[in-house]
């Protein structure tokens, strides 16, 4: 994905829609013992330097990867509410703590592709998000079959924002996998 141009308050938008495809995909998705386990263990160890090792080896890293398979029902229902309960989407504009680590702050996003929670995730072209991105971007996403193209460039911001509602376009701008990326500036 390309870089993203959006405000701050778009940014927020984004992770609470990030969040609730996270937590759809969650409680909705064919996860497996080692996607909840590996999860749940990213939640408790991620970001933290003593950890480091066991994280490299959940990323791959290290060259290898991976831990046993656990099959208990149980375990699957108390860790999936477990990381329902922790996980947050933070957008980069609000990663403002310098006691943290950059790493800690993509704990959500990790989850999200592990579990591939991009699937659940709606269609961002929504006036929550779009009132928050620029003009340029907005041309962008008005398809051909919306009219005169010299009505749309006239189009004030609030009625391009209508006309993409309105023509149902299907825009997803990031995803867990580049959500840091495209909102790095």
Same mark, same amino acid.
């Given at each position: ?10 940014? @927020?938008?984004?992770?609470?829609? %990030?969040?609730? +495809?996270? /937590?759809? +995909? ?14 749940? $263990? ?8 003593? *950890?480091? &090792?066991?994280? /490299?080896?959940?990323?791959?890293? @290290? ?13 699957? &229902? ?14 980069? =504009?609000?990663?403002?703590? +310098?006691?943290?680590? =950059? ?14 929670? @991009? ?7 929504? &006036? ?10 907005? %041309? =962008?996403? $008005? ?7 010299? *009505? ?10 209508? %006309? $993409?509602? &309105?023509?149902?376009? @299907?825009? *997803? ?10 909102? =790095?500036?």
């Amino acid at each position: 994905m390309s870089q993203l141009l959006i405000t701050k308050a778009g940014q @927020d938008v984004l992770a609470k829609e %990030m969040k609730k +495809a996270l /937590d759809k +995909a969650l409680m909705e998705g064919p996860r497996t013992t080692e996607e909840i386990m590996t999860s749940l $263990i990213i939640l408790l160890i991620g970001g933290h330097p003593l *950890h480091r &090792d066991l994280m /490299d080896r959940i990323t791959g890293r @290290d060259g290898g990867g991976g831990f046993s398979r656990m099959e208990q029902v149980d375990v699957e &229902d108390i860790a999936i509410e477990t990381i329902k309960r922790l996980t947050n989407i933070i957008p980069p =504009a609000r990663r403002t703590s +310098a006691g943290k680590s =950059a790493e800690s702050y993509q704990i959500g996003e990790l989850i999200g592709s592990i579990i591939n929670a @991009d699937v659940y995730m709606s269609s961002l072209a929504i &006036d929550e998000v779009l009132e928050h991105v620029p003009r340029h971007t907005l %041309m =962008a996403l $008005i398809p051909e079959s919306v009219g005169p193209d010299k *009505h749309v460039k006239r189009a004030k911001l609030a009625d391009l924002r209508a %006309m $993409i509602v &309105d023509a149902k376009v @299907d825009w *997803h701008p990031t995803s867990f996998n580049t959500f840091t990326e495209d909102l =790095a500036r």
